[in-house]
């Protein structure tokens, strides 16, 4: 059960405000001997300042050493206080920013906008709001806008209550509204689980890790055990530390929304799957190849090629033999990969391939029916897979013009029939990942196994990954999150 604690500090503060049931003076919320709700507390710092050990600034750190989920954070306020931290942040905005800016040619040279939870006055930098947001989150923000040769952010300051006036006054009680309401009208649903899981999924997403019917399962099996399973999108982010446990069901990257999730989660003592180090290591296929080389893994026979380097393509070949897989290092769903059969389909690949990245993996060729897949779960086979490849195609997709895709078919059995030296090859490659939850894909060529990658995300589609299991494939992974939940409430390591 979740409580929104509003902390002011001069109750006059919140005179031009609608009643709230759980609202305090800093000097009452800092008070040792203050009572609080009972269940998960939200704390809505609204101090007239965070400055370094200002009321606000206590409240804050005491609100993160009591357990309760505080907006601001101390490392936030911490960030604010100095541009040399907050501009970090906002160092990529920079052609987004003209590009909104252009709808407003009024504003030539600077423009001044307050963000509410967020939310920005002006729609054309609503989405540049968000994004400070994310990276800052405070209640009220004074954000500057400057433009020299382009526009960026000048400075990002935080605003107290008692400084809106009028229409600033109603725009800020329309964020607060909007800020709090799902969670006050989720407080009842909450009320008979133990904890609460935010599973984060993209509705738009082509191929998503989940279907719809293995999303349903997953809710299912958390409520058998005492977790509330709730579907969330990227607009959630300002929301997510509500929860106890995130779940990414959504394909990760490291410059995507989706790793921003996995840190904060991280950050705020969350059980996290994917976690961040995990999705660093996983998603990026020169990282990947050399880890795995370094700890003497078996893959396909690799060769890193150089942008900037020399490249004697008739070497390569006569090195890897044809054909020759190229891979850029962030491709996933079978693109980004293409297979070339000559040292001259070699340069001609490379030409645009060195377009999207300084370093291209260039593999042997194995060919094989089917591609295993082992899904691990903390360190243990979960289930296992053979994906075969697409009809009369290489690889298991088959992404042809119009965007349609092709897959192969598959075959589900028990873990118990899969040859031994796949488990062991597939389990040492995941202990390198860490002990969260990947999917192992490897070739088998005789006595031959190699793994070809590690997913961070794999696949857990009804009627695919849990044909042989069932529902207790769920029921698994959901007993793993309420594992780690209650190890982290006990202060147990994982």
Not at 7 to 19: H, L, N, R
Not at 86 to 94: K, P, R, V
Not at 152 to 168: A, D, F, R, T, Y
Request: aromatic share 10%; charged share 25%.
């Amino acid at each position: 059960m979740t409580h929104v604690l509003l902390v002011v500090e001069d109750i006059k503060d919140w005179a031009a405000y609608y009643p709230a049931k759980h609202l305090m003076t800093a000097q009452e919320y800092l008070q040792s001997d203050t009572a609080f709700p009972a269940g998960r507390v939200q704390v809505i710092n609204l101090c007239r300042h965070y400055r370094y050990l200002s009321p606000g600034y206590y409240c804050s750190l005491l609100a993160e050493a009591r357990g309760h989920r505080v907006l601001p954070s101390v490392r936030t306020v911490n960030d604010l206080s100095r541009k040399s931290l907050y501009g970090l942040h906002f160092e990529s905005f920079g052609v987004s920013l003209d590009k909104a800016m252009k709808k407003y040619p009024e504003h030539s040279e600077q423009l001044s906008v307050k963000l509410y939870f967020g939310q920005a006055q002006l729609p054309a930098v609503q989405d540049l709001g968000r994004q400070i947001f994310d990276q800052l989150a405070c209640p009220i923000l004074q954000v500057e806008l400057r433009r020299r040769d382009e526009w960026h952010v000048e400075s990002v300051k935080p605003v107290g209550i008692h400084q809106l006036k009028g229409e600033e006054e109603d725009e800020f009680a329309k964020a607060l509204e909007a800020f709090n309401a799902r969670v006050w009208r989720k407080i009842g649903s909450r009320k008979n689980f133990r904890y609460d899981l935010a599973v984060l999924v993209n509705s738009e997403e082509a191929f998503p890790p989940s279907d719809k019917v293995a999303l349903k399962k997953f809710i299912k099996a958390g409520a058998g055990l005492g977790i509330n399973v709730e579907l969330i999108g990227r607009d959630e982010y300002p929301r997510l530390a509500e929860y106890d446990a995130l779940f990414i069901r959504e394909t990760t990257a490291l410059d995507h929304h989706t790793y921003q999730f996995a840190r904060k989660a991280e950050q705020e003592g969350m059980v996290v799957m994917d976690d961040p180090a995990s999705i660093l290591r996983c998603t990026n296929k020169i990282y990947f190849a050399e880890l795995m080389q370094a700890h003497k893994v078996p893959v396909p026979k690799t060769r890193f090629l150089f942008r900037d380097g020399e490249l004697d393509a008739d070497e390569v070949v006569a090195d890897l033999g044809v054909p020759i897989v190229l891979k850029i290092p962030d491709g996933s769903f079978s693109r980004g990969i293409s297979k070339v059969d000559s040292a001259d389909t070699l340069k001609s690949a490379l030409q645009e391939y060195f377009k999207q990245s300084a370093v291209v993996l260039a593999q042997e060729f194995m060919f094989t029916d089917y591609d295993w897949r082992i899904g691990v779960l903390n360190n243990r086979p979960l289930y296992a897979c053979q994906y075969f490849m697409s009809k009369g195609h290489w690889q298991i997709y088959n992404h042809k013009d119009g965007g349609k895709t092709e897959s192969g078919s598959f075959r589900t059995m028990p873990v118990q029939e899969v040859p031994a030296k796949v488990l062991r090859v597939a389990l040492k490659s995941a202990r390198l990942m860490g002990n969260g939850l990947y999917g192992v894909d490897l070739k088998q060529s005789g006595d031959r196994v190699v793994v070809v990658e590690v997913n961070d995300n794999p696949n857990i589609d009804s009627r695919v990954e849990d044909k042989w299991l069932g529902d207790d494939l769920y029921r698994q992974i959901m007993l793993e999150f309420l594992r780690r939940m209650e190890a982290r409430r006990l202060g147990l390591s994982l």
